[in-house]
């Protein structure tokens, strides 16, 4: 384990105690450095806020909170999108020892219902008006709740809601910090997990699983007070949570909200983060659109840029120990003056730093960014091991890996090569569903990830999933993931979805995207807004042809004969995605039975 360096000013987990405790003991170290900064849309403008006005605002909602009929224990629910009353809310209910239940704010109504019923919440959060109408076809089965807050005004027509209440008339004026007394054990939160097939499951969180596991990643990954974040990723899922929000408290690092993913470009432009945690989605899109941009430029701008990115890769390699020296790391500063530093010029000018978790982050990206200069590094854990397991670290960094382990992590690859983990941060087991606790913990504490994976040299390198393997009609077996994620390293495709098992080849659903779509249709001679278009046989061919191109490093079976395109994405709001963006196969498969039933139907 490294030891602290002079530069940072680290919280362990034993100094807080719990997650409310870490709160407090940054706001009495660092009272008047940068907390958190947003955007005040009435102002149309940034706004800044310090430790210790922080801490003022959380001692009124804890005050708040304590003059509703809830005790320690109680579930209250929170719906928002980021911003600093999320942080306030928590803060203030994990010191009254309540259980914080985080929602996705675009989730289906029905699983929002079902979780808020499952984890008998009491009390629910949300932010404006386009949460308060997204409840109200299911707001008759939530009776159960006795109190419904909201930040903005919600107009709830002509129907009154007694148990609506404004924030800003529902906080007291001022407040002294309230004592709390809680166990480093204590449920904290219930994170319901999205779940490609059944009910969400309730992953309960102590306070110790994410303080350790907060405190176990800085081990790997330094934090020094001087870094802003970019939260983006929604505080509904565990990675940003964990190390987007109590990470950069237990560091003394700041946190910059972004107002929308739509605004996201934007914002890295204006805040100018050092740092940001992403999911690799976010880095696939901006390389499709550097990719596509590329195709438009004449062959010597396309062949400045290979050379910026082979040469930066080159040197990442040889900054790595894994490559000698080579002559054309000479050319790297003017490289990076004519296009690297462009690139980053987008992304703020600033960024010293990305971590990637959440889903595999393609060898072409992590290729391109990293030898741009991005430093970027990829890890791995689940929501139920609070969550991070292993990441990269800078002077140990194998993009083809998720990393090292963090400290007093331990793996097993158990049968067909599953991992198994044990650690400080696995859960305490699913909220009243002890046979599914069974059915991922066994006796001896292992929990079993449903991962493949390989461990070699001190890195964790992933494989595969479990669950999600294509067997063709041949005995054939084919991981779709994989392949999904090299179709969609095309421009042109904005969803994938491999189909095949049990089938004598494989078939693909894509959705395209618009611009890329419009584009080539012009260039094949086809009408961008005939209905027919997107499914015509000339389509066909050259969509077929392009995904061939992206498979071609797949084995010869593993290849897609067949293919159905569309134009309407694949949405959270349509039940055919989760909240953290995973393809819901079996409900896609039900939406397009009839056309993939047509691409085998002579066979």
């Known amino acids: 384990m490294k030891e602290k360096t002079p530069e940072t000013d680290y919280i362990t987990p034993e100094q807080a105690g719990t997650l409310a405790g870490l709160f407090r003991e940054r706001v009495r170290r660092t009272p008047d450095a940068l907390a958190y900064r947003w955007y005040d849309d009435a102002a149309e403008c940034w706004r800044d806020l310090s430790w210790r006005e922080a801490g003022d605002h959380v001692s009124r909602w804890q005050a708040a909170l304590a003059t509703e009929d809830l005790q320690p224990g109680d579930r209250v629910a929170v719906m928002m999108n980021n911003c600093p009353e999320w942080m306030m809310f928590d803060q203030a209910a994990l010191a009254n020892g309540l259980v914080v239940i985080p929602l996705y704010t675009q989730d289906r109504a029905e699983n929002v219902a079902y979780v808020l019923q499952n984890a008998g919440a009491k009390l629910l959060l949300i932010g404006h008006q386009e949460h308060w109408d997204s409840l109200q076809p299911v707001w008759d089965r939530l009776g159960f709740l006795n109190r419904v807050l909201c930040v903005s005004h919600v107009d709830t027509g ?9 924030v800003g008339e529902w906080l007291p004026d001022s407040a002294e910090p309230a004592d709390y007394r809680w166990d480093k054990d204590t449920l904290a939160t219930i994170v319901y997990t999205s779940g490609t097939t059944g009910r969400p499951k309730g992953v309960m969180l102590s306070h ?11 081990q790997l990954v330094s934090c020094p007070p001087h870094h802003l974040f970019l939260s983006f990723l929604p505080l509904s899922h ?13 560091a003394g690092a700041a946190v910059a909200y972004n107002r929308s993913i739509p605004q996201l470009a934007d914002d890295l432009v204006e805040v100018r983060p050092t740092i940001m945690i992403s999911v690799p989605r976010i880095f696939e899109r901006v390389y499709n659109k550097i990719q596509a941009g590329l195709e438009e430029k004449p062959a010597l701008a396309r062949a400045l840029f290979r050379l910026a990115t082979t040469t930066g890769w080159r040197r990442f390699e040889h900054q790595q120990g894994r490559a000698g020296w080579h002559p054309t790391l000479a050319l790297w500063p003017l490289l990076y003056k004519l296009v690297g530093g462009k690139v980053m010029e987008k992304l703020g000018g600033r960024m ?25 590094l990829q890890g791995y854990g689940l929501t139920e091991t609070s969550p991070v397991i292993s990441v990269n670290t800078i002077e140990d ?17 158990g049968d067909n ?4 983990v044990r650690s400080p941060g696995v859960m305490l087991g699913y909220w009243a569903n002890e046979q599914a606790t069974r059915d991922i913990i066994d006796d001896d504490g292992w929990l079993h990830t449903g991962d493949k994976a390989r461990y070699e040299n001190g890195h964790l390198y992933i494989t595969g999933r479990l669950k999600e393997i294509i067997v063709l009609a041949n005995g054939e077996k084919v991981p779709p993931a994989d392949m999904e994620m090299a179709i969609t390293m095309d421009p042109l495709f904005e969803q994938a979805m491999v189909i095949g098992d049990n089938r004598p080849y494989l078939s693909a659903l894509v959705v395209l995207e618009p611009e890329q779509w419009k584009a080539l249709a012009k260039r094949i001679g086809l009408d961008p807004e005939a209905p027919d278009a997107c499914n015509s046989e000339r389509l066909n061919e050259v969509i077929l042809e392009r995904i061939a191109q992206r498979l071609s490093s797949f084995p010869g079976y593993a290849q897609v004969r067949r293919v159905y395109c569309q134009l309407e994405p694949w949405s959270i709001e349509e039940g055919l995605m989760t909240p953290t963006l995973k393809l819901k196969r079996s409900r896609i498969c039900e939406r397009y039975a009839d056309a993939i039933e047509a691409l085998y139907a002579s066979h």
């Open 158 to 166: 002509a129907r009154p809601e007694p148990r609506l209440r404004r």
């Open 352 to 376: 010293e730093l990305a971590v990637i978790g959440g889903a595999p982050l393609p060898e072409d990206v992590a290729r391109v960014f990293i030898g741009l200069g991005l430093p970027m």
């Open 238 to 250: 565990t990675l940003e949570r964990t190390g987007g929000y109590y990470l950069p408290m237990m």
């Open 417 to 420: 090569d599953e991992l198994l």
């Open 397 to 413: 960094n194998d993009p083809a890996s998720v990393g090292v382990l963090l400290p007093d992590v331990e793996i097993r690859i």
């Open 208 to 218: 110790h699983n994410i303080l350790w596991d907060a405190w176990a990643s800085l």
